[in-house]
C-alpha cells in the first residue's frame, strides 16, 4: 500500500462560513495525514460541472450548484497509505442522519443539502479531482524529517 495515495477534500461553503474547517484540518492532520496542497477558493459552474459530472442528470444537481457557489472552498490534498478510504470513513455518510457520531458530518452537519465537506471517493476519482483543482505547482512534495514511519 502506496504512503504517496493522495486525496481531495473540501470543505464546503457552509463548512467554511461556519468555522468548522479548522476541525478538519486538525482531524486530517491528529490521523497523521500529510497535507500537500491548501487553497481557500470560490469553485465556477464550469469547474462543478466537471467535478460532478456523473450528478448531473440528478433533480438535486441545480440546487448542488448554488450551494457549492455560494462562499468560499477550501480545498485540500492529503497524502499517506489507504488515505482515500480512510478519509471517507472520517467523513461519514452522505446523508447526516446516517453519519455515525464522530464522523465530520455526524458530529456537525444538519442536512443531506448542506453537508459540511467533499472526499474522493476512489482512488481514481481523486487523481481527477485532484488535477481540477489544483495545478501541479501548487502541491508540494516533502518528507518527514522526524522519522521514517511519519509521511
Ligand atoms: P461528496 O461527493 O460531496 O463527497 O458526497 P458523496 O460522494 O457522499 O455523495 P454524492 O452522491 O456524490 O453527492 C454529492 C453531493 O450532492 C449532494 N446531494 N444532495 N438527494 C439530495 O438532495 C442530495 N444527494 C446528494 C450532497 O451535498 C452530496 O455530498
Known sequence: MSSQERTFIAV?????????FPEV???FTQRGFK????????A?????RKHYVDLQEKPFFNSLLSYMTSGPILATVWEGKDVVKQGR??????????????????DFAIDMGRNV????????????EISLWFKPEELVDYKST???WIY
Open 44 to 48: 465556477n459552474e464550469s469547474l462543478l
Open 146 to 148: 522526524l522519522a521514517s
Open 117 to 128: 465537506i467533499h472526499g474522493s471517493d476512489s482512488v481514481e476519482n481523486a487523481k481527477k
Open 12 to 20: 464546503k461553503p457552509d463548512g467554511v462560513q461556519r468555522g468548522i
Open 25 to 27: 484540518l486538525k482531524r
Open 35 to 42: 497535507l500537500v496542497g491548501i487553497k481557500l477558493c470560490t
Open 89 to 106: 470513513a472520517m467523513l461519514g455518510a452522505t446523508n447526516p442522519l446516517n453519519s455515525a457520531p464522530g464522523t465530520i458530518r455526524g
